[in-house]
């Protein structure tokens, strides 16, 4: 169920929430718990450790409070994702005494400026309160059902307001990406991905277009055609368009995401186990879907063409076939050595179409592409690939507020060459080693020299079980960076990320 979170005042309710910082010498408290917490201090039941919770009841006059203290750390040592982390674990304590409401103390500390603090509170409440249980039947008992945020200094109010409300925009269109992930791949096909991307564009304030497979043909998406075209469910091409900043209507920010909606590997077939979550290799879609709602909720003076080739990679007797040579909207021909390598191919005529017919200057692609980042990067880092360093370093800015992070790999001119062809200008696998990097350059053969960037979240998309603010299934991995990016980097001036 979804909380209400707002500011204002700690009055009638029983539930409340002190931060606690270690090295704080005196915790000042109204509740009069100030001694309280000295006293467990010196027994060392509770001293402010990062990411500490302690719980306690306090009698005052004819009823009972629970007081929940977060340790917080030391203050120069505390960021944002400390404080996502530390107040998802807070919710679940509040969730845990069955209570309707809660009070937050803000904080503030030098160190650290109050819109940062108080977003990074509330994604940790709402991102950590994430369940994706709509599948299971019986009563789902959720008692809270609003959280208030005190002690928000009076003079701020009105700007820490308009954070919260960015914050919780960022929170809502997350959540969005994870729910696209974690529906299944019988309810999220490429005809109903795209009616959800409209539902999307008519909720947030953006324009969006679907073109059908006769549209898709039209255009010359060969590439993309051919992963589609064993499958029942026709694909389809979705274009998002945001304007939001008409003094400079040429540059435009391109969002490509991976749309498949299901990656059985075609005659390249997964085994079980590898099939089974591969209702997240639309994850790349989700997260510029949500990026794109969250850009034009918040009427970011910028402008950006989000698009996603949806299809599924199934067998069929029409299928693609491993030796298959196929071409590209670009012109470029594709020798298909592997079918599971499809997703590169309907991104290339993804790209192609969002420089050449949407005049795009500047390209994200972000892709649940390779298993191999996995193995070189785990679940916790987003794997990057660019043409341009400035870009690049504009990705890392914006991944410093949203705390999600981002590795570069190389892209020397060597690994270029693991993807000619002997047979055709490209072979869609560049062999057995470093196969995230090849991957990414074989898209960037598609990017006309525009600075570009490629994300690949097959290891961050997904997540295998719960973790501080992350539920088992979806992540929603990139919608916030990505949010960030196109909003451009405004220092606040504050020392801590
Ligand atoms: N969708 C997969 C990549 C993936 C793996 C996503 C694990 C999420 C979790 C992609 O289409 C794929 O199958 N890639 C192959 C490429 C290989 C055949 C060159 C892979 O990584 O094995
Ligand atoms: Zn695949
Ligand atoms: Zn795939």
């Not at 404080?83 to 309707?100: A, D, G, H, P, T």
């Not at 791949?185 to 109903?192: G, H, K, S």
């Not at 795009?360 to 649940?368: G, M, N, R, S």
């Not at 539920?471 to 990139?478: C, D, I, N, P, W």
């Amino acid at each position: 169920m979804d909380i209400k979170l707002l500011v204002g005042k700690c009055s009638d309710v029983d539930t409340v929430v002190i931060p606690v910082f270690q090295d704080e010498e005196e915790v000042n408290t109204c509740e009069g718990t100030a001694a309280v917490i000295k006293n467990f201090r010196n027994k060392e039941l509770f001293i402010g450790n990062n990411g500490e919770i302690f719980f306690f009841t306090k009698e005052s006059e004819n009823t009972i409070k629970n007081i929940i203290l977060v340790g917080l750390g030391k203050k120069n040592e505390i960021d944002m994702e400390k404080i996502r982390i530390s107040y998802s674990k807070v919710l679940k304590k509040i969730k845990e005494l069955k209570v309707e409401k809660a009070v937050i103390k803000f904080f503030e500390i030098e160190e650290l400026c109050k819109g940062k603090t108080l977003k990074a509170i509330t994604e940790g409440i709402i991102l950590g309160n994430y369940k994706f249980d709509k599948y299971k039947s019986g009563e789902k008992k959720e008692t809270l059902k609003e959280i208030i945020i005190s002690n928000i200094p009076k003079d701020k109010k009105e700007k820490l307001e308009e954070k919260l409300q960015e914050a919780l925009v960022l929170a809502e269109t997350t959540l969005l990406a994870r729910n696209l992930v974690n529906e299944p791949a019988n309810v999220i096909y490429p005809e109903t991905l795209a009616e959800e991307a409209k539902k999307a564009g008519i909720k947030y304030g953006f324009d969006v277009e679907v073109f059908d497979e006769a549209k898709i043909k039209n255009l010359g998406m060969d590439a993309f055609l051919s992963v589609a075209k064993a499958s029942a469910n026709p694909p389809r091409f979705i274009v998002m368009r945001y304007f939001g900043d008409s003094e400079n209507k040429e540059d435009i920010l391109g969002l490509v995401g991976k749309g498949l909606t299901y990656d059985s590997g075609g005659y390249s077939l997964k085994s079980n186990d590898g099939m089974v979550t591969m209702k997240c290799d639309m994850g790349g879609s989700a997260a510029v879907i949500g990026a794109i709602s969250a850009i034009a909720k918040q009427k970011l003076n910028t402008n950006v063409i989000a698009v996603v080739a949806a299809c599924e990679n199934l067998i069929a007797g029409n299928g693609y076939k491993p030796g298959d040579i196929i071409g590209s909207m670009a012109g470029k021909s594709i020798e298909v050595l592997n079918t599971d390598a499809e997703g590169r191919l309907t991104l290339v005529d993804a790209v192609h179409y969002v420089i050449d017919k949407e005049k795009a200057t500047k390209i994200v692609d972000i892709a649940t592409l390779t298993g191999a980042v996995l193995g070189a990067l785990g679940n916790t880092t987003t794997g990057v690939v660019t043409n341009n360093d400035e870009f690049y370093g504009e990705l890392i800015e914006a991944s410093k507020l949203s705390g999600e992070k981002f590795w570069q790999l190389p892209a020397f001119d060597e690994y270029k060459e693991l993807i000619k062809s002997d047979v055709a200008d490209l072979k869609n696998v560049g062999g057995k080693y470093a196969g995230t990097v090849t991957a990414g350059l074989f898209i960037g053969e598609f990017v006309q020299g525009k600075p570009w960037l490629h994300l690949d979240i097959a290891g961050t998309a997904w997540a295998d079980g719960e973790k501080n603010y992350l539920s088992k299934g979806g992540t929603g991995a990139g919608v916030r960076t990505l949010y960030y990016l196109a909003k451009g980097h405004k220092s606040c001036g504050c020392k801590v990320k």
